[in-house]
């Protein structure tokens, strides 16, 4: 029987899934298993048209907030904890961090399962740091407000220009733009859409929410426009050196080390919690990617596809160390190689105040008005109110149609 | 019949099929995971009041006056440096139309990395002391930006076309002018136009085709952004199609796509045919 997988063009996670597949069709002869990765942002584009036309993969890896069309228009067939080597869905919620199940599963069934989460947190230069006298252990910054504060501190300017950022957040794209704005809007106490379904991230929530990746700007401890141009990879800024503090991913972590080996070896980066408008009120981003399987697969392909999912789920350390993926599962935390990667503890603290990104079939919409939206305000100075109402106009449209 | 039939089975299957399958899409509402839905005309009337789809088709014509504009001049120009004999010209003339042979791709990410504020355009210009432009990142230039590699790419394809004319006038009719006490604009003038005017007609309207069709440079070079400010109107098609499943008005936004284009093909064609009657 083949197997057809699409996964996306990480490549750690392909040489990794590859691995993996090896081992599994070496122990199931019968099973031959066809892999299809396409970059992360295509892998969107090109799966709806698949699975619109018949033509879909078996099983694929996709983004949290990619994942509710097909979830909500049952496109996905349900993967049975009994499958996945749990007594019952409950043991399985039980085995993985509180909340990171629960989204995919529908009248008690689950249709996806999530293989390694993403939360942002923040990365210090820590030479940068101790050069401008500040101490990268006490004198981090915990709000918003601090980070413009010890940005200014952090940033080098020569000729009127700024040539070190003191800080800068990465919106090189729509999904990166969600990855910073949803977090702020939701600690502002707002949500992209509200409970009528509509937009609603032009409410006070929003407009602060913007407001303050404005000041970053106006503030002058960021430019912009120099990494959103051509980034080949997001958050690579950090692993360069030429920001001090930049929020970033777990994969972060791994960029640091294949980009920067000097700064990997020396330790001189550091991992803090996610800065907050308030700090005894946490909230942090949850996004992240999940194994999820075609709905439309035969009921043979299905049974496998599960067992092939249980063997790519298997070993979550070899997810930390291979790909720098944090895998959600509670007995990750105690391994040997969880204890080894840089700053996990505060990576997964960061977790546990996560909320998942927009979820809704609308979900491509929103971020992609959130995207326009922040690059009016930041690259264009647009005021904040006016760059979310017209966002606000866009999604409202979309959602009525 | 039979010498034609490859040509008509292309077009039947590559062309008018997914034409007609639009026409008949753009009437449902289909976002590609469910059963179409029939709704008549309600993804046309509601193209009347969208601001994002005005917005894309006044960037697109503000892209095509920019870039089809100034190709049909300096296509011309080209044409009329590299018609006359020499071997250094030859040369030139093959490096000229590299660009329209080249990869789009390859093109669109090349120029990306030099509109970077950091990028070769900016420290040429800083030579000439203009501080730092931050080409894609601004509202107010990254429409400049694609219309400037737009010109690149298309001024070249142009050129040839003109050139293949200009080698077909007799130069009979300037050495006969000459006698007669004509210079060289004047030969410019009264030749050369008069005889090339078909072929400026198809320069003109294959340019704003052609142009009104591109998508790649702003696809890669800008996304439609910054806040949408290059989101012309085969981007926003595919963004509607692809990204947000909404084939029916996508479908709805290539037909009128499709008229406008058609209308101003006719109207263009009429113009030139009415100024050849005229003369």
């Not at chain 1, 794209?173 to 379904?197: H, K, M």
């Not at chain 1, 920067?260 to 020396?266: D, H, L, R, T, V």
């Not at chain 1, 929103?366 to 106009?393: G, I, M, P, T, W």
């Given at each position: 029987?083949?197997?057809?997988?699409?996964?996306?063009?990480?490549?750690?996670?392909?040489?990794?899934?590859?691995?993996?597949?090896?081992?599994?069709?070496?122990?199931?002869?019968?099973?031959?298993?066809?892999?299809?990765?396409?970059?992360?942002?295509d892998l969107e584009k090109k799966l709806l048209v698949a699975m619109g036309t018949g033509t879909g993969?078996?099983?694929?890896?996709?983004?949290?907030?990619?994942?509710?069309?097909?979830?909500?228009?049952?496109?996905?067939?349900?993967?049975?904890?009994?499958?996945?080597?749990?007594?019952?869905?409950?043991?399985?919620?039980?085995?993985?961090?509180?909340?990171?199940?629960?989204?995919?599963?529908?009248?008690?069934?689950?249709?996806?399962?999530?293989?390694?989460?993403?939360?942002?947190?923040?990365?210090?230069?820590?030479?940068?740091?101790?050069?401008?006298?500040?101490?990268?252990?006490?004198?981090?910054?915990?709000?918003?407000?601090?980070?413009?504060?010890?940005?200014?501190?952090?940033?080098?300017v020569e000729g009127g220009k700024i040539t070190r950022q003191g800080f800068r957040f990465t919106f090189?794209?729509?999904?990166?733009?969600?990855?910073?704005?949803?977090?702020?809007?939701?600690?502002?106490?707002?949500?992209?859409?509200?409970?009528?379904?509509?937009?609603?991230?032009?409410?006070?929530?929003?407009?602060?929410?913007?407001?303050?990746?404005?000041?970053?700007?106006?503030?002058k401890v960021m430019d912009p426009n120099l990494s959103v141009a051509t980034a080949p990879l997001p958050?690579?800024?950090?692993?360069?050196?030429?920001?001090?503090?930049?929020?970033?991913?777990?994969?972060?972590?791994?960029?640091?080390?294949?980009?920067?080996?000097?700064?990997?070896?020396?330790?001189?980066?550091?991992?803090?919690?996610?800065?907050?408008?308030?700090?005894?009120?946490?909230?942090?981003?949850?996004?992240?990617?999940?194994?999820?399987?075609?709905?439309?697969?035969?009921?043979?392909?299905?049974?496998?596809?599960?067992?092939?999912?249980?063997?790519?789920?298997?070993?979550?350390?070899?997810?930390?160390?291979?790909?720098?993926?944090?895998?959600?599962?509670?007995?990750?935390?105690?391994?040997?190689?969880?204890?080894?990667?840089?700053?996990?503890?505060?990576?997964?603290?960061?977790?546990?105040?996560?909320?998942?990104?927009?979820?809704?079939?609308?979900?491509?919409?929103?971020?992609?008005?959130?995207?326009?939206?922040?690059?009016?305000?930041?690259?264009?100075?647009?005021?904040?109110?006016?760059?979310?109402?017209?966002?606000?106009?866009?999604?409202?449209?979309?959602?009525?149609? | 019949?039979?010498?034609?039939?490859?040509?008509?089975?292309?077009?039947?299957?590559?062309?008018?099929?997914?034409?007609?399958?639009?026409?008949?899409?753009?009437?449902?509402?289909?976002?590609?995971?469910?059963?179409?839905?029939?709704?008549?005309?309600?993804?046309?009337?509601?193209?009347?009041?969208?601001?994002?789809?005005?917005?894309?088709?006044?960037?697109?014509?503000?892209?095509?006056?920019?870039?089809?504009?100034?190709?049909?001049?300096?296509?011309?120009?080209?044409?009329?440096?590299?018609?006359?004999?020499?071997?250094?010209?030859?040369?030139?003339?093959?490096?000229?139309?590299?660009?329209?042979?080249?990869?789009?791709?390859?093109?669109?990410?090349?120029?990306?990395?030099?509109?970077?504020?950091?990028?070769?355009?900016?420290?040429?210009?800083?030579?000439?002391?203009?501080?730092?432009?931050?080409?894609?990142?601004?509202?107010?230039?990254?429409?400049?930006?694609?219309?400037?590699?737009?010109?690149?790419?298309?001024?070249?394809?142009?050129?040839?076309?003109?050139?293949?004319?200009?080698?077909?006038?007799?130069?009979?009719?300037?050495?006969?002018?000459?006698?007669?006490?004509?210079?060289?604009?004047?030969?410019?003038?009264?030749?050369?136009?008069?005889?090339?005017?078909?072929?400026?007609?198809?320069?003109?309207?294959?340019?704003?085709?052609?142009?009104?069709?591109?998508?790649?440079?702003?696809?890669?070079?800008?996304?439609?952004?910054?806040?949408?400010?290059?989101?012309?109107?085969?981007?926003?098609?595919?963004?509607?199609?692809?990204?947000?499943?909404?084939?029916?008005?996508?479908?709805?936004?290539?037909?009128?796509?499709?008229?406008?284009?058609?209308?101003?093909?006719?109207?263009?064609?009429?113009?030139?045919?009415?100024?050849?009657?005229?003369?």
């Amino acid at each position: 029987m083949q197997l057809v997988f699409w996964g996306f063009t990480l490549p750690t996670q392909v040489e990794y899934i590859n691995q993996l597949i090896k081992e599994y069709t070496a122990q199931h002869p019968n099973v031959s298993i066809q892999v299809d990765n396409v970059s992360y942002t295509d892998l969107e584009k090109k799966l709806l048209v698949a699975m619109g036309t018949g033509t879909g993969p078996d099983m694929f890896a996709i983004n949290i907030g990619w994942l509710p069309p097909y979830f909500e228009k049952n496109n996905l067939a349900a993967i049975s904890p009994q499958a996945l080597n749990y007594a019952s869905l409950d043991a399985l919620k039980e085995a993985y961090l509180p909340g990171t199940v629960d989204p995919f599963v529908k009248d008690g069934k689950l249709f996806a399962l999530p293989y390694y989460l993403n939360t942002v947190s923040l990365f210090l230069n820590s030479n940068d740091f101790k050069e401008a006298g500040l101490d990268p252990d006490k004198d981090y910054p915990k709000t918003w407000d601090q980070v413009v504060e010890v940005g200014k501190k952090l940033t080098k300017v020569e000729g009127g220009k700024i040539t070190r950022q003191g800080f800068r957040f990465t919106f090189v794209n729509p999904v990166w733009t969600q990855f910073i704005f949803e977090p702020l809007i939701n600690q502002a106490g707002g949500a992209t859409l509200g409970p009528d379904g509509k937009c609603a991230m032009n409410s006070p929530a929003g407009v602060k929410a913007m407001d303050i990746l404005a000041s970053f700007v106006r503030q002058k401890v960021m430019d912009p426009n120099l990494s959103v141009a051509t980034a080949p990879l997001p958050t690579l800024d950090i692993a360069k050196g030429v920001t001090s503090m930049e929020t970033g991913h777990p994969l972060t972590v791994d960029f640091i080390r294949t980009n920067n080996p000097a700064m990997w070896e020396s330790k001189s980066f550091k991992v803090v919690p996610f800065p907050q408008i308030d700090p005894s009120k946490r909230v942090t981003l949850l996004s992240g990617n999940v194994f999820a399987i075609n709905g439309a697969a035969s009921a043979d392909k299905v049974a496998v596809a599960q067992d092939f999912t249980r063997h790519l789920v298997s070993r979550p350390a070899d997810w930390l160390t291979k790909v720098a993926a944090v895998a959600p599962v509670k007995a990750l935390a105690n391994t040997a190689e969880a204890k080894a990667f840089p700053y996990l503890d505060v990576i997964m603290d960061d977790m546990k105040y996560g909320r998942v990104t927009t979820w809704s079939k609308n979900a491509p919409d929103v971020v992609a008005a959130e995207h326009r939206a922040l690059e009016a305000v930041v690259l264009n100075n647009v005021n904040s109110k006016q760059a979310l109402d017209q966002a606000c106009q866009e999604v409202n449209r979309a959602l009525g149609s | 019949m039979a010498f034609l039939a490859p040509s008509l089975v292309y077009f039947g299957v590559f062309k008018l099929y997914p034409m007609t399958q639009a026409a008949l899409i753009s009437l449902f509402d289909y976002d590609l995971l469910s059963p179409p839905r029939y709704v008549g005309l309600s993804n046309y009337t509601s193209l009347i009041s969208d601001p994002v789809f005005h917005h894309a088709i006044v960037s697109s014509f503000s892209y095509v006056l920019g870039v089809a504009a100034p190709v049909w001049v300096l296509a011309l120009a080209l044409a009329l440096v590299f018609n006359r004999p020499g071997r250094v010209r030859s040369v030139f003339q093959v490096l000229y139309f590299v660009p329209a042979v080249s990869s789009i791709i390859v093109a669109a990410i090349v120029w990306k990395f030099l509109f970077h504020p950091q990028g070769l355009v900016n420290a040429l210009l800083g030579g000439l002391g203009v501080d730092r432009i931050n080409w894609l990142t601004s509202i107010d230039t990254a429409m400049l930006a694609l219309i400037i590699a737009g010109i690149w790419r298309t001024v070249p394809y142009f050129m040839v076309i003109y050139l293949a004319s200009l080698k077909g006038v007799p130069t009979d009719y300037y050495e006969a002018a000459a006698l007669d006490g004509a210079n060289t604009w004047q030969g410019f003038r009264y030749i050369t136009v008069p005889l090339l005017r078909p072929t400026i007609a198809l320069v003109v309207v294959v340019s704003v085709i052609l142009t009104l069709r591109h998508f790649i440079n702003p696809m890669l070079m800008t996304g439609g952004g910054p806040a949408g400010a290059t989101r012309v109107l085969p981007l926003l098609i595919y963004e509607t199609g692809f990204q947000f499943s909404r084939m029916g008005l996508a479908s709805a936004m290539s037909m009128v796509f499709f008229l406008m284009v058609m209308v101003f093909t006719i109207v263009q064609l009429r113009l030139f045919h009415q100024m050849g009657q005229d003369r």
